[in-house]
């Protein structure tokens, strides 16, 4: 009985020791703690992104939000767990390869990312928005795709 119990802490010890590490290992080489700040660098980490960092930097949206204004929810919670689900997802895809080539928006990331639009242009938005009642809501980026990144 101890013999098994003895090796099946060892078992889950190098389990839990061989997660940490490629965890540990995929944290340092994707500079992993760049993703916890602001800046908006980070999202160029992955060379996919090099094209939309581009992009941003000549937008007119450069000099008052960062990714995480336009692509993060409001609040610390949700800022994190966002940045979270999106970090594990996207090294998942990056690590296996499996990713569109143009990248795509997910349905979350697209609501977040619409969200943005209406909290930062709240009071031209009522305006567009009081003439188009109903329950189709108007999508700012259906109109405005390019804003911040290219097509």
Not at 35 to 56: E, F, P, Q
Not at 64 to 92: E, L, M, Q
Not at 115 to 124: E, T, V, Y
């Amino acid at each position: 009985m101890k013999n098994a119990a003895f090796k099946s802490g060892l078992v889950l010890a190098c389990l839990v020791g061989v997660a940490a590490g490629i965890g540990g290992y995929t944290f340092i080489y994707a500079r992993g703690a760049s993703y916890l700040t602001n800046d908006a660098r980070a999202c160029a980490n992955c060379h996919i992104m090099d094209d939309h960092y581009s992009a941003w930097i000549q937008s007119s949206h450069r000099s008052v939000a960062t990714c995480n204004d336009c692509h993060t929810p409001k609040g610390f919670i949700g800022k994190y767990a966002t940045k979270a689900n999106n970090g594990f997802w996207h090294s998942f895809a990056f690590t296996t390869g499996r990713y569109p080539d143009p990248i795509r928006i997910t349905p979350r990331n697209r609501r977040i990312a619409e969200a943005a639009c209406l909290k930062c242009h709240a009071p031209l938005v009522a305006e567009i928005q009081g003439s188009h009642a109903g329950p189709d809501k108007l999508s700012c980026i259906r109109c405005h795709s390019t804003v911040g990144h290219p097509r």
